[in-house]
């Protein structure tokens, strides 16, 4: 029976179809001695035919590829079939009985093709699957240190300007100080000198009186006037004593340029060692029961408190629950430093306690659903008023005060970062929506809106956080879970695993993992870094209904709250 040619399947192909005789069924098996591609019932029949009988029939996926037509270049109607193991040399089958390839091992050329095949392909896989988009990502990193180290060094200039204006009015007030000083000094040695001139003039109109008096002495006729009137013993004042001035001295600076230097502050390349840029492992392993953190990773993060290594289950483990006073129930939940809680519900209570749930204050926000209050690295609380748009900033001694003003936006969420102490904001209009970074002192520094394709990044941030790496993960009821990194440049978006994905809550870990709420499915979401999905925790056997919030200790616990009750559950799901 003639078999027709094997339909090689192209790359718009949905499905292979089986090559014998007209039969379109799909195709499962590969006979490799003819390299049919064959159905299962097909397959039986090819089997039947008496010379096929020892043809090698396999898993499509298992198949060998048929050589190339190549003919041999010394017997020019012979195909290269055969490879020499001896010569390392592919050879036709007459050539294999020449005296030169006597005694020499052959083996069947195809199978050295097919495996140098799969070994292509599985190269080409690496290269398409690993180390172009790895090369992408390392690319990425360069152009965005570039963007860091430019902004680093306008901030240099920005100080050594400001240095050098201030060295410039200090000068000034010194010059003015001085000028004062010497006017003051000229002044006091004029007015002296005025006096001692006086001083003269009145010696001066005496002499002039007495040059008279003996003048008309000496003209008189009557000699009485030398007897009766002229003093015998004739004293005239002795000319005053005056002083001369003493002048001020000008004691001249003795610097050079170094000295300047050392005033303005001086440029030096740092004597770190550059890092080498982490390339991810190109086999990323398949969860099973833990993941660790490498040490690398807590060198690199300065926000992991131990060097122990850590594992992570795929479950979490219920440490304890507690109801918290003054609450209705728990959208949003942050912590500080001091191991204290602060605890919202939709009805703009907010509520601070300790790790067992006991009330130590309590104040009343316009705040809602959202993640609007955070705790800065001075324990001051930080929360949103969405109806005045503003922030508001309330210090360790309860002093509440108006920290920025947000203008025509209206602030949803915050998080005070935890490496820098910047303010991160998710904030809309009637047609936007985008997140603002603030510093310490409430100046704005970055604005992020849109991705690198003009499109919106945002719907509705009601939650937002940082991840050790400087990612901003923000919380999206209309977008999902959307990441950008450090510079604003969109990293990627987390969608769910169903239809229906409406995340609240979220937080991330000491090892970079991120935890999101998500309301549709009732679960909490465990991602990585990158997005991508370790694990759905917590059930509702195990009590979990409506997850609304979520935060992390630095002891590995999460807590959660649900929005059908004013309980917090603390879980241990890192060792």
């Not at 192209?10 to 499905?15: E, L, R, S």
């Not at 240190?145 to 300007?161: C, G, L, W, Y």
């Not at 001086?266 to 840029?277: C, H, N």
């Amino acid at each position: 029976m003639a078999l027709s040619k094997p339909k090689i399947p192209g790359t718009a192909q949905h499905f292979l179809e089986c090559g014998f005789e007209d039969c379109e069924r799909n195709c499962e098996f590969y006979c490799n001695s003819c390299h049919q591609q064959l159905c299962k019932p097909c397959r039986d029949q090819h089997l039947k035919i008496p010379e096929n009988k020892n043809h090698e029939v396999v898993l499509y996926q298992q198949r060998r590829h048929q050589l190339p037509v190549m003919k041999c270049k010394i017997h020019p109607t012979k195909e290269i079939d055969i490879y020499c193991k001896d010569c390392n040399i592919p050879l036709c089958s007459k050539c294999s009985t020449m005296q030169e390839h006597q005694r020499h091992c052959f083996v069947d050329l195809e199978t050295i093709y097919t495996d140098k095949f799969e070994l292509c392909k599985k190269e080409l896989s690496k290269i398409h699957n690993y180390f172009v988009p790895t090369s992408h990502d390392l690319q990425r990193e360069v152009r965005e240190d570039a963007t860091e180290v430019k902004q680093i060094m306008d901030s240099i200039r920005t100080s050594m300007k400001a240095e050098a204006e201030s060295l410039k009015n200090m000068v000034d007030t010194v010059l003015s100080e001085n000028m004062e000083e010497l006017n003051q000094i000229e002044q006091s040695l004029l007015e002296k000198l005025k006096s001692q001139e006086k001083t003269f003039d009145d010696y001066i109109a005496y002499l002039s009186d007495l040059v008279k008096e003996f003048q008309s002495y000496l003209s008189s006729t009557e000699l009485t006037n030398f007897t009766t009137k002229l003093p015998e013993n004739l004293k005239i004042k002795s000319i005053p004593e005056t002083t001369k001035p003493v002048t001020p001295e000008f004691s001249s600076a003795q610097y050079n340029k170094n000295d300047v230097a050392k005033l303005l502050g001086k440029v030096f390349k740092s004597d770190r060692k550059a890092e080498l840029r982490r390339v991810k492992p190109m086999e990323i392993p398949t969860i099973a029961t833990s993941i660790k953190s490498t040490s690398e990773q807590t060198k690199q993060d300065k926000h992991v408190k131990s060097d122990k290594k850590q594992t992570m289950s795929l479950s979490a483990t219920k440490v304890r629950k507690f109801r918290v006073p003054g609450v209705d129930n728990a959208f949003h939940v942050s912590l500080d430093q001091s191991h204290r809680l602060w605890i919202s519900d939709i009805n703009s209570n907010l509520v601070q306690t300790d790790l067992q749930g006991n009330v130590i204050q309590k104040i009343e926000t316009s705040g809602g659903t959202q993640g609007y209050h955070t705790v800065t690295q001075n324990e001051d609380l930080i929360f949103t008023d969405y109806d005045k748009n503003v922030i508001n900033r309330i210090t360790q001694d309860n002093n509440i005060t108006e920290f920025i003003k947000t203008g025509d936006w209206r602030p949803l969420s915050i998080h005070s970062s935890h490496i820098n102490g910047d303010l991160l904001v998710g904030m809309v209009t009637d047609e936007e929506a985008k997140v603002t970074r603030y510093n310490k002192t409430g100046k704005e520094l970055q604005s992020i809106q849109r991705d690198n394709k003009g499109q919106e990044l945002y719907g509705e941030p009601n939650y937002i956080t940082e991840n050790i790496n400087g990612d901003i993960c923000t919380s999206d009821y209309y977008k999902g879970v959307v990441v950008v990194n450090k510079s604003g440049q969109h990293r990627f978006s987390y969608t769910g695993q169903k239809s229906k994905f409406h995340p609240y809550g979220i937080c991330t870990d000491v090892i970079g993992h991120i935890l999101v709420c998500d309301t549709d499915s009732k679960f909490l979401h465990l991602l990585d870094q990158d997005g991508q999905l370790l694990s759905l925790l917590l059930t509702k056997q195990q009590g979990v209904y409506n997850p609304g919030s979520v935060c992390v200790d630095d002891e590995n616990n999460f807590y959660l709250g649900q929005y059908h009750a004013n309980t917090l559950t603390v879980y241990k799901y890192l060792e």
